[in-house]
């Protein structure tokens, strides 16, 4: 039998058609852009991000590389439709084909408001847009920190106004506040002046502005970034936003302590007007200076008054001049008075001290003193008695309940290893060294035989039910 010819194609290892499949899609499509919707997102421990593309009909692996996530201005969110640009290779370890990303944008104006709706209500479930958290504004801040671009109008405009009203120390902290690198420029901005120490080389601003013009919804995007959302809603100085004209509104907004429509505004809102303050102060000085003076009138007029219903001063010190007068009559026959009292009184203690009564009283005394010590001493010979007759009472007592005198009657008392009491025999191990106090005395014996059996119980017979 003839062999069957071989077939006239080459034959390829699976390594080699994977390697020609590969360059043949990546020379297919060099660069591409692709719609889609972004699903079963991860990102790995490496820093890569993994997902899919999808629409009703197809689905498209793709890889954000770890270097080029870091420098996007767009990070894919599930759920949210987008652009992206970039390359389509092959991955041999799966027979599968992906896109390599190097751009995201969001596919429609559409999209933008649905991704960040979804981040308002992410934000706003933390608790970042709060009443409780806003901070009050103060009256007259002494330097006013601003945060915007350094070549714009909104820094001359917000300068113009504040010099308009009443002029403060201003410190600019320059930063983009459009594409890549504003929305981490203007957190870091927001950060720093925090940071500041009061009473530094550098003073600590008392009020924050956060500024931009107006634009378009993808001018402000920078506003609407979670880092600087989060770093307006930490800053523990008062800050105001001030981003786009009177109609826009970004996530600042909300995170703020207080929103003004425009910059110029937020100038106006920071700093009250000098020339009205200092007519308020006027007013206010003229009309204290009124008031003191008809507190004054008034007072002067009750004075007045009291002095008209008071007595004259010869007639109101009459009585007491009358009162004094008779005092000072009668002190001179008070003291005589007093003083026969107290004579007398110092001639009869002079008697008691002569000589022959006080022997008496010592003689007196001595027999008191006598008289109580033989009561003393009859009233302890009682009481001694007494306590002698309870306490050979108590030993009576105690010696009739003594386990010595069942020891006189010919009891022992047995003591086990340890000095336990033995009060058993089934309680005695053979061998056990024992302890037998008598009487009169103690004597060591050791016990022999084996312990007697326990009793039992014997046990019911129930019968048979069968």
């Known amino acids: 039998m003839s062999e069957a010819p071989l077939p ?41 991000i993994y997902f899919d593309l999808k629409d009703d009909k197809a689905v498209l692996n793709a890889i954000i590389w770890k270097q080029t996530a870091r420098t996007l201005r767009l990070k ?27 751009q995201i944008e969001l596919a429609g104006l559409g999209a933008l408001m649905a991704m960040l709706e979804e981040r308002k209500k992410k934000l706003a479930a933390e608790g970042l847009f709060a009443t409780e958290r806003k901070k009050p504004l103060p009256f007259l801040p002494d330097v006013i920190g601003v945060v915007t671009s350094p070549t714009g109008a909104v820094i001359r405009d917000i300068m113009h106004r504040l010099n308009e009203r009443f002029p403060r120390r201003v410190l600019l902290w320059p930063v983009n506040v459009q594409g890549e690198k504003a929305a981490g420029e203007i957190a870091a901005a927001i950060e720093g ?23 378009s919804i993808e001018d402000l995007m920078a506003f609407n970034e979670e880092i600087v959302v989060r770093a307006a809603a930490a800053s523990a100085i008062p800050l105001i936003s001030a981003v786009g004209h009177e109609t826009d509104t970004t996530l600042i907004d909300f995170a703020s302590d207080l929103r003004a429509p425009t910059p110029t505004a937020a100038a106006e809102i920071a700093v009250p007007v000098r020339t009205e303050l200092l007519a308020q102060v006027l007013d206010l000085q003229k009309r204290n200076l009124r008031g003191h003076s008809r507190i004054i009138s008034e007072r002067r007029a009750n004075l007045q008054g009291a002095v008209r219903a008071l007595p004259r001063a010869d007639q109101l010190f009459a009585g007491a001049r009358q009162r004094y007068d008779s005092a000072s009559e009668k002190l001179a026959s008070a003291l005589r008075q007093n ?22 009283r010592i003689r007196t005394n001595r027999e008191r003193v006598k008289t109580l010590a033989h009561r ?51 309680a005695i191990r053979p061998g056990e060294a024992l302890t037998l106090t008598f009487a009169d005395g103690e004597k060591s014996a050791t016990a022999t035989g084996s312990a007697p059996p326990r009793k039992t119980r014997n046990p019911v017979n129930q019968g048979d039910l069968f």
């Not at 297919?28 to 699903?39: C, K, L, N, Q, W």
């Not at 894919?76 to 389509?88: D, K, Q, S």
């Open 76 to 102: 894919p969110e599930a759920g949210l439709e987008i652009v992206c640009t970039g390359r389509i290779t092959t991955y041999p370890g799966s027979s599968r084909y992906q896109i390599i990303v190097e």
């Open 376 to 426: 003393m001493e009859r009233s302890h010979r009682v009481r001694l008695a007494a306590e002698r007759k309870r306490l050979e009472n108590a030993a009576r007592m105690l010696e009739s309940i003594s386990y010595r005198a069942v020891l006189e009657r010919g009891f022992a008392l047995v003591r086990g290893e340890g000095g336990a009491i033995r009060r058993r025999a089934a």
């Open 193 to 215: 002046f925090n940071a500041l120490k009061p009473g530094g080389s550098i003073p600590r601003p008392d009020l924050l502005i956060v500024a931009r013009g107006g634009g």
């Open 8 to 48: 006239n194609l080459p034959e390829f290892s699976v390594s080699e058609i994977a390697g020609l499949l590969k360059r043949t899609v990546e020379d297919a499509f060099p660069f591409v852009r692709v719609r889609g919707e972004v699903s079963g997102l991860k990102q790995a421990a490496s820093g890569h």
């Open 339 to 360: 003083l026969h009292t107290h004579r007398r009184a110092f001639t009869e203690a002079a008697t008691l001290l002569r000589p022959k009564p006080l022997r008496e």
